[in-house]
């Protein structure tokens, strides 16, 4: 009975085991896609709460990817260049409050309303 459950018979010619890794490989380049991130910084620029962002962290980085943009709040990941995102942040737009997050465990960098301009 063990036997019939070893991944190796499934496939003879695979003695590594490599058949389980490559699933999750071919999940992360699904998730990373460039076709959402964005290298063009005007796109981002003109966004309300961009400048705070660059204030808080170096933008030239990162990568930028929109999550959501509806019409109560917008949520941005940062990814580094290996695509492992290092920020999120959260922009409520009735009250103009800005969230920045590391995602690494540093937790809440920034958390205020921004002023109009």
Known sequence: MLTACN??????????GSNEQSAPTETVQKDNEPAEESPNRGEWS???????????INPKEYTFRT???NE????????NQYGK???????IKNTSRLK???VDGAGQLFNEVLENS
């Open 7 to 16: 991944s190796n018979e499934a496939n003879p010619d695979n003695d590594t």
């Open 46 to 56: 003109s966004l309300p709460e961009y400048d705070m962002i660059v204030r808080t």
């Open 67 to 69: 999550v959501s943009d």
């Open 72 to 79: 109560n709040e917008r949520i941005l990941l940062l990814a």
């Open 85 to 91: 995102e290092k920020y999120k942040t959260i922009f």
């Open 100 to 102: 920045i997050i590391d």
